[in-house]
């Protein structure tokens, strides 16, 4: 008896959760204005809501990062169709780079408009700068970054494809140098 009186309430319980994870996608869906070709899909992005969801409440409980994560508008896209929709283009290896064997030249520097006249060949193909040396610096060391920015020019890249950037909704906070960082994806 006590079995099965578990086995009803662990039933019960998972259809609660359930419905609510419906609840909630049904409110994202109406405040995003999202609709679906049919029910398979919409079944299909419910479950990969649930999923984001629970990626979502699991990171924000675990309280190691500097911002909070939330759904959004990416919440019913699974990380890969994210990835392919918004950053779909792959980063040269920045060992690789042609800059960075060659230099800058002058024409690198702006676009020429169409009626500019013509262009002194010798000086464009001139170096306006060389690279001579780059280094990755450690994640999270703000002192080595103070430290090359005080030296020369500074290169950032940030990984926009993982499941952080996808789901976050609170501006990154920190306090460089006395001023507070604040970024939002502005992403279409």
């Given at each position: 008896?006590?079995?099965?009186?578990?086995?009803?309430?662990?039933?019960?319980?998972?259809?609660?959760?359930?419905?609510?994870?419906?609840?909630?996608?049904?409110?994202?869906?109406?405040?995003?204005?999202?609709?679906?070709?049919?029910?398979?899909?919409?079944?299909?992005?419910?479950?990969?809501?649930?999923?984001?969801?629970?990626?979502?409440?699991?990171a924000n409980k675990e309280?190691?990062?500097?911002?909070?994560?939330?759904?959004?508008?990416?919440?019913?896209?699974t990380n890969e169709e994210f990835r392919a929709l918004y950053?779909?283009?792959?980063?040269?290896?920045?060992?690789?780079?042609?800059?960075?064997?060659?230099?800058?030249?002058?024409?690198?520097?702006?676009?020429?408009?169409?009626?500019?006249g013509t262009c002194d060949a010798q000086k464009a193909a001139t170096a306006a700068a060389r690279i001579s040396k780059f280094e990755d610096l450690p994640e999270n060391d703000e002192q080595a970054l103070l430290n090359a920015v005080s030296m020369h020019p500074v290169s950032v890249c940030i990984e926009g494809g993982g499941q952080d950037f996808q789901n976050y909704r609170m501006v990154f906070q920190r306090t460089m140098w006395g001023l507070s960082v604040i970024t939002r994806p502005s992403l279409s």
């Open positions: 008896m006590l079995i099965i009186l578990a086995t009803f309430a662990s039933h019960v319980f998972s259809r609660t959760l359930q419905e609510s994870f419906v609840e909630k996608h049904e409110q994202w869906m109406a405040d995003y204005g999202r609709t679906y070709q049919d029910e398979a899909e919409k079944q299909m992005r419910l479950n990969i809501f649930k999923q984001n969801l629970e990626y979502v409440e699991k309280g190691n990062r500097t911002y909070k994560l939330s759904v959004n508008k990416f919440s019913d896209l950053t779909g283009y792959k980063m040269p290896s920045t060992h690789d780079h042609p800059q960075r064997r060659s230099g800058y030249s002058h024409r690198n520097r702006l676009p020429v408009p169409s009626n500019a």
